[in-house]
């Protein structure tokens, strides 16, 4: 089963009105993050945004906010008055702790994304 | 600064042949990671490291092998290509704080063709 669903592929909006990319999440890890990363057509991965899941508020970063509904298992990001410069491909990723000899880490596995394009 | 360098940033290899991908980081980071990403399929892990000595499979592990040479590098190698393993390749690194993001090299395109 898909740990990270996101089940927009696509999504469009128009310049300066915000957007809502969603992201949903399965885990039994009581101690999660869940982080949004974006990737512009040159390639690179951006982080935006981080939300762990005892944090009792909304994470929010500039323009980018993070609507969290820990009961439901979402952990939509928002962007408002969107930009041309925010046209990419958005990724959400969950972060689980997993356990070695030596300790415990911590490891990201990442959704299939949803391409945002921006209209001037 | 540098973070995460990936080299080479662009590799065509025939069938058959052996390549070793390779990262540097210099953020004094204890734990490293290597994602495919092909269309579609978001990012997949391939290996994954906590610390110098030690590695862990991923996702994807098959056809693929890692050498965490000490606490800056991480290399990658494909033993024996093969055309699924056509992808863009990218390293990472991170601290090993619950909310620390992941620090993403450039990527590396491979081509087998």
């Known amino acids: 089963a898909q740990k990270i669903t996101q089940t927009q592929p696509g999504m469009f909006v128009q310049e300066k009105e915000a957007v809502t990319l969603d992201c949903t999440y399965d885990?039994?890890?009581?101690?999660?993050?869940l982080f949004w990363y974006k990737q512009p057509s040159s390639g690179e991965m951006i982080f935006l945004i981080y939300q762990g899941s005892y944090d009792q508020q909304n994470a929010t970063e500039g323009r980018y906010s993070l609507n969290f509904q820990k009961a439901r298992k979402s952990a939509n990001l928002v962007i408002s008055a969107s930009q041309l410069g925010d046209s990419a491909m958005y990724f959400c990723a969950m972060r689980e702790a997993y356990f070695f000899s030596g300790g415990s880490n911590y490891k990201l596995t990442f959704g299939k994304g949803t391409l945002l394009t921006v209209n001037p | 600064n540098a973070g995460v360098t990936q080299t080479p940033k662009f590799q065509v290899l025939k069938t058959g042949q052996s390549m070793t991908l390779q990262c540097a980081q210099d953020m004094n980071h204890n734990s490293m990671y290597w994602y495919r990403q092909d269309p579609g399929m978001g990012l997949r892990l391939i290996y994954y490291?906590?610390?110098?000595?030690?590695?862990d499979k991923g996702e994807v592990p098959n056809g693929y092998n890692v050498s965490r040479l000490n606490k800056r590098e991480f290399s990658l190698r494909l033993e024996s290509a093969a055309p699924s393993q056509t992808s863009v390749y990218f390293c990472?690194?991170?601290?090993?704080?619950?909310?620390?993001?992941?620090?993403f090299g450039n990527g590396t395109r491979l081509t087998v063709t």
């Open positions: 490291s906590a610390s110098e000595g030690t590695t």
């Open positions: 990472a690194s991170s601290e090993s704080r619950h909310a620390s993001p992941l620090h």
């Open positions: 885990t039994s890890d009581p101690s999660y993050g």
